[in-house]
T-cell receptor
Framework: AQKITQTQPGMFVQEKEAVTLDCTYDTSDQSYGLFWYKQPSSGEMIFLIYQGSYDEQNATEGRYSLNFQKARKSANLVISASQLGDSAMYFCAMREGNTGGFKTIFGAGTRLFVKA | DTAVSQTPKYLVTQMGNDKSIKCEQNLGHDTMYWYKQDSKKFLKIMFSYNNKELIINETVPNRFSPKSPDKAHLNLHINSLELGDSAVYFC?????????????FGSGTQLSVL
């Protein structure tokens, strides 16, 4: 069963507008971490934002914010004031494990296109 | 200085050959990983090492053998390459192995098996 679900294979947004990328996750762990990574067309993977499962406040990093709804098991990424350089693949990820080791598992990604 | 560097960036080879990809991180991190990204961009963890010790092996065929000579290096050797091995392989590291650790990725190695 998929643990991270990103239901939007592709999204379009007008420059300067806000966009929400959806992510739901599945885990029976009480303690886990949620992440978003960006992959531009150049191929590198870039960390954007982190939310811990016990964090009550939604995480924010500049124009990125993570809308964390624990009961719904969702961790949507909101990008405000989109820029052309935001066009990229975006991956939602969850880090789970135990003292034996943690691993980060990724969703299938959403490709975001920012229109001028 | 590149934090996580992997070589080569591109690798084109024939089926049946053996090849290696090298990875080094200069961040002082304890934990390193190999991920495979397929043609549909799906990223799947293959291995994780913590302080040179294998801690995660995600049911990868035993043709894939990781080796960590020290905690700054994690190499991946692939025997008897198959067409299905064609993918981008990413090395990554994290400071430790906890749930809050973000990953620092190398730039990827594009492997093409002909």
């Amino acid at each position: 069963a998929q643990k991270i679900t990103q239901t939007q294979p592709g999204m379009f947004v007008q420059e300067k507008e806000a966009v929400t990328l959806d992510c739901t996750y599945d885990t029976s762990d009480q303690s886990y971490g949620l992440f978003w990574y960006k992959q531009p067309s150049s191929g590198e993977m870039i960390f954007l934002i982190y939310q811990g499962s016990y964090d009550e406040q939604n995480a924010t990093e500049g124009r990125y914010s993570l809308n964390f709804q624990k009961a719904r098991k969702s961790a949507n990424l909101v990008i405000s004031a989109s820029q052309l350089g935001d066009s990229a693949m975006y991956f939602c990820a969850m880090r789970e494990g135990n003292t034996g080791g943690f691993k980060t598992i990724f969703g299938a990604g959403t490709r975001l296109f920012v229109k001028a | 200085d590149t934090a996580v560097s992997q070589t080569p960036k591109y690798l084109v080879t024939q089926m049946g050959n053996d090849k290696s990809i090298k990875c080094e991180q200069n961040l002082g991190h304890d934990t390193m990983y190999w991920y495979k990204q397929d043609s549909k961009k799906f990223l799947k963890i293959m291995f994780s090492y913590n302080n040179k010790e294998l801690i995660i092996n995600e049911t990868v065929p035993n043709r894939f053998s990781p080796k960590s000579p020290d905690k700054a290096h994690l190499n991946l050797h692939i025997n008897s390459l198959e067409l299905g091995d064609s993918a981008v392989y990413f090395c990554a590291s994290s400071q430790a192995s906890g749930q809050e650790e973000k990953l620092f990725f190398g730039s990827g190695t594009q492997l093409s098996v002909l």
